[in-house]
């Protein structure tokens, strides 16, 4: 079965500071991968999506993430975090299902940025 | 352009009462997706609704739950007699066309909290 694994709860970086946030998918075929953001009490905001080409895919807000098919990863990446970076974040697979197609989100990384 | 609306945005209920929560989509977009997010976890899919039609509902409880999306209005999530386990936030989102790599475009959610 489908599924989309996201290993760290929680992260706390300081302000400046590189993040990776880590994504693992389940999916037999080629994955549609995408990475979400989603501030308190808001709705979650598309960040980057991958379907097919260059596996290093660039975002909004500075992100970048990179396909790996070896590794069934999808890990998000910024160079210098920003205190707004504070959040929570969605990694999601897409694939075909009956009827059409279904998004499966992982848990979710909740990101701390200290001063 | 407005994005996706949702409301109410907070939503209080009594148990055996009745929860209706709205979603306009974003303008021109004629596919709808409603998912629930339980307190520190992702968004589980629920139903994929195209105008007047349901394509897939298969993330939906048998009882209880029902979605609509008429020709005229926004969508429509019910949930008859509900129940504290019903407490979660509900996501709406909406996107251009069904495609597998569409841009799904989330509204804020509604907060259902049942006492």
């Known amino acids: 079965a489908q599924s989309v694994t996201q290993p760290d709860i929680h992260i706390t970086v300081s302000e400046g500071a590189s993040l990776e946030l880590r994504c693992n998918y389940s999916?037999?075929?080629?994955?549609?991968l995408f990475w979400y953001v989603q501030s308190p009490g808001q709705g979650l905001q598309l960040l980057l999506k991958y379907f097919s080409g260059d596996t290093l895919v660039q975002g909004i807000k500075g992100f970048e993430a990179e396909f790996k098919r070896s590794q069934s990863s999808f890990n998000l990446r910024k160079p210098s975090v920003h205190w707004s970076d504070a959040a929570e974040y969605f990694c999601?697979?897409?694939?075909?299902?009956?009827?059409?197609?279904?998004?499966?989100f992982g848990a979710g990384t909740r990101l701390f940025v200290k001063a | 352009n407005a994005g996706v609306m949702q409301n109410p945005r907070h939503l209080v209920r009594r148990r055996g009462q009745e929860a209706r929560l709205r979603c306009s989509p974003m303008k021109g977009h004629s596919h709808v997706y409603w998912y629930r997010q339980l307190p520190e976890e992702g968004l589980k899919f629920m139903v994929y609704?195209?105008?007047?039609?349901?394509?897939?509902e298969s993330g939906m409880p048998k009882e209880r739950f029902s979605a609509e999306f008429p020709k005229e209005g926004p969508s429509i999530l019910r949930i008859q007699q509900v129940v504290r386990g019903d407490s979660a936030a509900y996501f709406c989102?909406?996107?251009?066309?069904?495609?597998?790599?569409?841009?799904?475009?989330f509204g804020p959610g509604t907060r259902l909290l049942v006492l």
């Open positions: 999916y037999g075929a080629t994955p549609y």
């Open positions: 989102a909406s996107s251009l066309a069904g495609g597998l790599g569409e841009t799904q475009y």
């Open positions: 609704l195209q105008k007047e039609n349901i394509i897939d």
């Open positions: 999601a697979v897409a694939h075909l299902n009956t009827g059409g197609f279904k998004t499966i």
